[in-house]
T-cell receptor, first 115, second 113 residues
Framework: DAMVIQNPRYQVTQFGKPVTLSCSQT?????MYWYQQKSSQAPKLLFH???????NEADTPDNFQSRRPNTSFCFLDIRSPGLGDAAMYLC??????????????FGPGTRLTVL | GDSVTQMEGPVTLSEEAFLTINCTYT??????LFWYVQYPGEGLQLLLK?????DKGSNKGFEATYRKETTSFHLEKGSVQVSDSAVYFC????????????FGAGTRLAVHP
């Protein structure tokens, strides 16, 4: 089945130790999104790629970066994780971003713990 | 800025009870509205959507109507099942907003036999 895959599902890192989360998709969608969801809060968009065009949200900390080497894969890099970065990280895709009606397809998420 | 407000949970119901989860929004322009559901251990799945005023989205027995006059998109189901136990998120996206989703905080539903 076409889907959005995130690896790993659970990631434990140490304070200040760089970590990379992975997302892949078989939908061949142009747009890939990364959301952060802290405990009992709403998912919040960090950034998105439209093809190779990177778009950062204004309030996303510099500590968070992303790479999209090809259509299928997108990575979230946290350069120096702090305790406040512990959260569920959700990857999503959509076919396009021109309209506001396109469905976003989500992966199962990666739960990040920072010790 | 744009925002979504959902009723707080958890909501606990007996099987076959009627469900309402309230959702209101604040947005400039004319947003599209969505309900996503997250089952335990899984990602978010689109449950239903509506893209203009008075549209009704429906799926799997769930319904929600886009009410512009009250800026609401309440989720309803006539008879819930144990398998409906999940977290439900109301969300919006606005034209020109590159399809960015703005979510409510989510409402946890627990259905008991």
């Amino acid at each position: 089945d076409a889907m959005v895959i995130q690896n790993p599902r659970y990631q434990v890192t140490q304070f200040g130790k760089p970590v990379t989360l992975s997302c892949s998709q078989t939908l061949n969608h142009n747009v890939m999104y990364w959301y952060q969801q802290k405990s009992s809060q709403a998912p919040k968009l960090l950034f998105h790629y439209y093809d190779k065009d990177f778009n950062n949200e204004a309030d996303t900390p510099d500590n968070f970066q992303s790479r999209r080497p090809n259509t299928s894969f997108c990575f979230l890099d946290i350069r120096s994780p702090g305790l406040g970065d512990a959260a569920m990280y959700l990857c999503a895709t959509s076919r396009d971003r021109v309209t506001s009606t396109d469905t976003q397809y989500f992966g199962p998420g990666t739960r990040l713990t920072v010790l | 800025g744009d925002s979504v407000t959902q009723m707080e949970g958890p909501v606990t119901l007996s099987e076959e009870a009627f469900l309402t989860i309230n959702c209101t929004y604040t947005a400039t322009g004319y947003p599209s509205l969505f309900w996503y559901v997250q089952y335990p251990g899984e990602g978010l799945q689109l449950l239903l959507k509506a893209t203009k005023a008075d549209d009704k989205g429906s799926n799997k027995g769930f319904e929600a109507t886009y009410r512009k006059e009250t800026t609401s998109f309440h989720l309803e189901k006539g008879s819930v099942q144990v398998s409906d136990s999940a977290v439900y998120f109301c969300a919006l996206s606005t034209p020109g907003g590159y399809n960015k989703l703005i979510f409510g905080a989510g409402t946890r539903l627990a259905v008991h036999p």
